[in-house]
C-alpha cells in the first residue's frame, strides 16, 4: 500500500480522497490514510490484487518485489507491452504476466542488469532508486 501511494505520487496520479473502500476483500487491512490511492490505483486498473482461496486480496501490508514494481510502474508510465522479453523467457523463471514489464524497466534503465533481481522484495532505497528513474524517464 505505501509503494502504491509513493509511486503515485512520483507518477503526479492523484489519488481520490472521496473513495474511502476499494472492492478487494481484505479491504479492513488498508490503512485509512493509503485506502484512497489503493482505490484509486484499483479503479485505473494499476492495482489488479492477487486471488487466494477464492478472495481478491491486495494484502497491502505484504512485502513488494521487482517484478510486481515493474508491472504496476509499467501501467503507470503507460509503457506498452511487447511480447518480446527476450531477456526474461521460462528459462529465467520469470511469471509470464511480468516478463514485458520487467524487461521493459531494464531497457529503460529504471532496473539495473547488474543489481537488480526480478524476483527479490524490493527494499526502501530500491524503491526510491526506481521512482526516481522513472520520474526521469516520464519527463
Known amino acids: ?27 479492513g487491512d488498508i490503512p485509512k490514510s493509503l485506502k484512497p490511492y489503493v482505490a484509486t490505483a484499483a479503479r485505473l486498473g ?15 501490508n505484504e512485502e513488494i518485489t521487482n517484478y510486481e514494481i515493474a508491472e504496476i510502474l509499467a501501467v503507470m508510465g503507460g509503457i506498452g507491452k511487447s511480447d518480446e522479453a527476450e531477456e526474461f523467457d521460462e528459462a529465467d523463471g520469470a511469471p509470464v504476466w511480468a516478463r514485458a514489464s520487467v524487461s521493459a524497466m531494464y531497457t529503460l534503465g529504471v ?29
Not at 487466494?52 to 494484502?59: C, E, K, S
Not at 526502501?124 to 519527463?139: G, N, Q, S, T
Open 1 to 27: 500500500a505505501e509503494f502504491i501511494a509513493m509511486a503515485m505520487k512520483a507518477m503526479g496520479i492523484k489519488a481520490d480522497s472521496t473513495l474511502t473502500k476499494s472492492f478487494f476483500d481484505d479491504d
Open 46 to 60: 494499476i492495482a489488479t490484487g492477487d486471488f487466494v482461496d477464492g478472495r481478491l486480496l491486495f494484502q497491502p
Open 111 to 139: 532496473f539495473d542488469i547488474e543489481d537488480t533481481t526480478p524476483d527479490a522484495v524490493a527494499t526502501r532505497a530500491e524503491v526510491a532508486d526506481y521512482l526516481y528513474k522513472m520520474m526521469l524517464v516520464c519527463e
